[in-house]
């Protein structure tokens, strides 16, 4: 898997709700410059700490301590005795100055970024900087070949696994029509929010803020549906919080609908692979065709799980050869399931059940594939 070159995003590092936002270092005088930088940082959540001149590293927020340092081109001057450091932007308005580029070089800054043009960009190296962006999330999309398929089964058993394990995990409802996945995690009642929260989502959405927000359950965290209305989350929205999901690091597992739109294809767009989970029926093999088919036009990693019992003449192999995808493996049938997922226990919990087992070796797999890729 492409971004699999290890434990995924430190997934051994767990939600931390006491985690809090640490803000870049401001230097400047010049009024105007400096109530455009605090806007930019209010609009990336985080609180600046602000001084005339480099101060002093005295703990956090010092010229070497901040995780970022914005230099006012006015202030580039009394910053050239400062310790040199990554992390420096030299930051004005004058586009046509040619004595920025030696102040620039004179305090060592990375670069020099010009307002109002540079802000989309500044916002979103704050909001990085100050969430501690690392290894993005190993990210694994499952959807049903055919109907009943057992996709949400299987989403919800892999993150539950995941979060066993001590990963920072994020379970994803993809399928409006499903039902709710926090139900089948029997987390319907837990407080927190849900896609309708986030439908007007656009832009950026802070990592930090997403994660706490959502329902904790099992260990994990999740985004589901309400039991209000059937509707659509525009394609934007579905970027913005997949891309906020990922920023976390860990793991982050979508089910999706069989269905393909404009919010499904940028769902796919942001996975590392995808699991395609085709029941051992003719007929559910020529139906999960289609949606390889459909699913192939946007992600390249696109793998298949079968799930018997096997129709007269079938077996996995000739069913992953039918549909010239690789084979992950055999989905075991876990005679337990149903009491358990009655009774309110989510899939995969049984940590020797053989679901657990399976997604646990999937995890294993993944990890080694990438390291080896």
Not at 204 to 209: F, K, L
Request: proline share 6%; hydrophobic share 45%.
């Amino acid at each position: 898997m492409p971004r699999a070159s290890g434990p995924p995003g430190s997934p051994g590092s767990r939600s931390d709700a006491s985690e809090r936002s640490e803000g870049p270092l401001i230097v400047t005088e010049d009024p105007a410059l400096l109530d455009d930088l605090l806007r930019l940082c209010a609009a990336a959540g985080v609180e600046p700490q602000v001084h005339h001149t480099a101060p002093e590293d005295r703990g956090r927020g010092g010229w070497d301590s901040a995780p970022l340092v914005l230099v006012g081109d006015d202030a580039a001057v009394r910053c050239r005795g400062a310790n040199r450091r990554n992390g420096v932007l030299l930051v004005g308005y004058d586009q046509d100055d040619p004595g920025v580029w030696r102040s620039a070089v004179e305090i060592g800054a990375d670069c020099v970024l010009r307002l109002p043009d540079g802000e989309s960009w500044l916002v979103d190296r704050i909001a990085d900087v100050a969430e501690g962006v690392g290894r993005p999330a190993l990210t694994v999309g499952v959807i049903g070949g055919s109907g009943g398929a057992g996709a949400s089964t299987l989403a919800g058993a892999l993150a539950v696994t995941a979060a066993r394990r001590g990963w920072r995990t994020m379970l994803v409802d993809g399928d409006p029509l499903g039902g709710g996945i926090d139900v089948l995690l029997g987390g319907e009642g837990t407080e927190g929010r849900r896609w309708p929260d986030f439908a007007a989502s656009k832009g950026r959405v802070a990592g930090g803020a997403l994660e706490e927000s959502l329902p904790a359950v099992h260990g994990l965290r999740v985004l589901s549906w309400d039991r209000g209305d059937m509707f659509t989350v525009p394609g934007e929205a579905m970027r913005a919080v997949l891309a906020a999901a990922r920023r976390r690091g860990g793991v982050v597992v979508v089910d999706l609908p069989r269905r393909f739109d404009e919010s499904v294809a940028e769902a796919l767009a942001q996975l590392d692979a995808g699991l395609l989970l085709v029941p051992g029926e003719l007929r559910a093999v020529a139906a999960s065709r289609r949606v390889a088919s459909a699913v192939g036009t946007v992600l390249s990693d696109l793998r298949m799980v079968v799930r018997g019992p096997y129709a007269a003449g079938l077996d996995e192999r000739w069913m992953a050869e039918a549909l010239g995808l690789p084979l992950v493996g055999e989905l075991p049938w876990d005679t337990g399931l149903s009491a358990d997922l009655e009774g309110g226990v989510p899939p995969g919990a049984g940590a020797r059940g053989p679901l657990a087992r399976f997604c646990a070796a999937f995890w294993e797999q993944a990890l080694a594939g990438g390291a080896a890729r």
